[in-house]
């Protein structure tokens, strides 16, 4: 009796066990194969990098030959960055006349816009970042964590596919779509969804360890256990932005550790509390308050903005798609008035565009999406648009 | 089983091959990113041979403790006017001319932080010299004709027993050092022909936390690693016009 109980046990929990693993195994096979993880997120992550860039070029354009130009000399081959290819040194060459500087800088800033637009990204992005490659390594005095984290996140994107959604290779694939006749790739489509969610599994890793790594340091430091780090950090020359801003801030012991505290645990617990709603709205809140904070009083906006913008892949699609349900008429309307202007002789009093476009804080479209909505939209629209309709999902 | 049947071979395979790439990518960063331990000892030969140079990566951010003293780079010349009279100028802070150029920007300049960073650069390399050849580069090395300057220097270096490979690693940031305090002193003294130039960099702490409140509280003292006279760094006319265009503007 006791000894059939014992087999029967075992038998139970290896069946158990083989149950959960194939289980396990069978989603883990459909989250990577079914459909594009993020799609709305990575395209916001394009954009961002695509404005990231051009805004600071164009922002640095005054001081380009000091910084990356034949100005640089007094850095050049003094520093050793790196061991990158030396055939990337042919680009922005600071012995070359000024005009060849400035047209490979107009074209990284070109580049960058058809990277916003999502022009071709699939051949966009690898060019550049080589040219953006090219360029920060002229100068090694010039530099910060933001540079490298959007170098290896441009990287991770060659494999992404962060032009299905908000893009025009996206209308490109539609009219393709709808003019009939089948992709040439639509029996591998399923490859580049493997590949997509791949891509953007190491873009949500690299950004966690860039979040865990610097707080498993700061937990080691006595100004950050004491609260007083972000004091001192307020004080040097480096970072006095807004000097008169940061001496009122500084005063406040509290004020300072609080600061200090939530830097670091909000950091450490970031990749956690991204695990529930409730949570991940707070993270994202909080980190995205402590980037702005750090970008506007600290001078490292550009810093600030590439982690923003990767933080941008946790949104969920049903938050963009919700945004979007409220925002596309809107734009549409403002757009068509746009486009009617020159056409239309008589002009038009001027819309009341703005009030209309109110953006939501994070989440809150989630909040807003009811079963109202999707029931409106008829015949059971479903919530989720398919993917289909970018690229046909293979087998 | 429902699910077996909808997947092909080739998918499987590939799936497996793009987990098993993405967990090793995924362990490499963590343990070039994290701080040493025992797991990254073992692995990192291979680890590291994947990470570097594209993966990169150095999240010590304001950490463990964030830097607490200023650190700058000064320059001062010797000049003539054009009626020949010599004179010395006062020391110029490098650092303050970039910094001012972002006070109040939500934008700012790149080149802000460039001090700064050369300060670590050559602190770092100046710190690797022993006593007596600090001493060589902390007195002066300039001619009359205000180009073998450099050749006294290594000659000086070279006698205090240093290897050329040694001395070739220190004068990599010290020429880079003088190149940038010529360029700069050209735009700070414009209507004056130079004869040598001397930098010094300078580190200075805050007040502690607890005395922040203190009335009259004052900045501990500055401290000084001045460097002797250099005859002027040779510079190109290209990047003369490259560095006065931008900086020219912001001291004139």
């Keep these: 009796m006791s000894e059939d109980t014992g087999t029967l046990g075992v038998r139970e929990l290896v069946a158990g066990a083989t149950g959960w693993v194939r289980s396990t195994w069978a989603a883990g096979e459909s989250w990577m194969l079914d459909s594009r993880k993020a799609s709305y997120g990575v395209a916001v992550l394009r954009i961002g990098f695509g404005l990231i860039i051009a805004v600071q070029l164009v922002a640095n354009w005054g001081d380009r030959s000091l910084a990356w130009g034949a100005g640089r000399s007094f850095a050049q081959g003094r520093v050793e960055v790196d061991e990158f290819p030396s055939w990337l040194d042919v680009l922005f060459d600071g012995s070359a006349p000024p005009w060849t500087f400035d047209l490979q800088y107009v074209a990284l800033i070109v580049l960058s816009v058809l990277l916003v637009l999502g022009w071709r990204s699939r051949i966009v992005i690898p060019v550049l970042f080589v040219l953006y490659l090219a360029l920060f390594r002229t100068n090694a005095y010039i530099g910060d964590g933001g540079i490298q984290l959007l170098r290896m996140v441009l990287l991770y994107m060659l494999f992404v596919d962060t032009s299905g959604r908000w893009s025009l290779d996206a209308r490109r694939r539609r009219a393709a779509a709808a003019a009939g006749g089948p992709s040439r790739f639509a029996s591998w489509a399923w490859l580049a969804t493997l590949l997509h969610n791949g891509g953007v599994v190491l873009i949500a890793f690299q950004i966690f360890v860039v979040y865990v790594a610097s707080a498993m340091y700061k937990i080691q430091g006595g100004m950050w256990q004491h609260g007083t780090a972000i004091y001192y950090v307020f004080q040097l020359d480096e970072f006095s932005t807004w000097p008169a801003v940061t001496e009122v801030m500084g005063r406040s012991g509290v ?28 993270a994202l809140v909080a980190i995205t308050g402590m980037h702005l904070g750090i970008g506007v009083l600290m001078g490292l906006m550009y810093f600030s903005m590439t982690m923003i913008a990767i933080d941008a892949i946790f949104i969920r699609d049903v938050t963009y798609q919700a945004a979007e349900r409220r925002l596309a008429p809107v734009l549409r309307r403002g757009w068509d ?59 | 089983m429902s699910s077996a049947g909808s997947r092909t071979v080739a998918q499987r395979v590939a799936l497996v091959v793009v987990a098993a790439l993405v967990a090793f990518h995924m ?42 003293v200023d650190l700058r780079v000064w320059v001062r010349a010797t000049t003539t006017d054009e009626a020949g009279v010599e004179s010395v100028s006062e020391w110029a802070n490098l650092g303050d001319v970039f910094n001012e150029q972002v006070r109040h920007q939500i934008l700012p300049t790149r080149t802000w932080r460039i001090p700064v960073s050369m300060n670590r650069f050559f602190t770092t ?42 001395m070739d690693a220190y004068l990599l940031s010290e020429d880079s050092l003088y190149e940038f305090g010529t360029l700069a002193a050209m735009d700070l003294w414009p209507d004056q022909d130079l004869v040598a130039i001397q930098m010094s960099t300078s580190t200075q702490g805050v007040v502690p936390f607890e005395q922040r409140l203190t009335p009259g509280i004052q900045r501990p003292e500055e401290q000084f690693t001045r460097l002797g006279w250099r005859d002027p760094s040779p510079v190109t006319s290209q990047a003369r016009a490259g560095f006065s265009s931008v900086f020219g503007g912001w001291v004139s």
């Design chain 1, 255 to 282: 004020l300072i550790a609080i600061l200090s505290y939530s830097a670091v645990f909000v950091q450490l617990f970031f990749p956690f509390l991204l695990l529930r709603r409730s949570t991940r709205i707070l």
């Design chain 1, 337 to 395: 008035r746009v486009r009617r202007r020159p056409r239309a002789a008589p002009p038009e009093p001027v819309a009341p565009v703005g009030p209309d476009t109110d953006l939501q804080p994070v989440g809150a479209a989630a909040g807003h999406r009811t079963e109202g909505t999707a029931g409106s939209g008829g015949a059971g629209a479903p919530e989720r648009p398919t993917p289909e309709t970018t690229m046909p999902a293979g087998s």
């Design chain 2, 27 to 68: 362990f490499s960063t963590f343990l070039w990113a994290a701080p040493t331990s025992a797991i990254n000892d073992k692995a990192s030969p291979v680890t590291s041979r994947h990470m570097y140079p594209l993966f990169a990566q150095n999240w010590q951010i304001f950490a463990p403790d964030p830097q607490s």
């Design chain 2, 125 to 166: 390399s100046y710190s690797s010299l022993e006593g007596q050849q600090q001493a060589v580069v902390h007195s002066d090395h300039v001619s009359a004709d205000g180009q073998s300057g450099r050749q006294d220097l290594t000659r000086a270096l070279l006698g205090t027993g240093m290897s050329v490979s040694t």
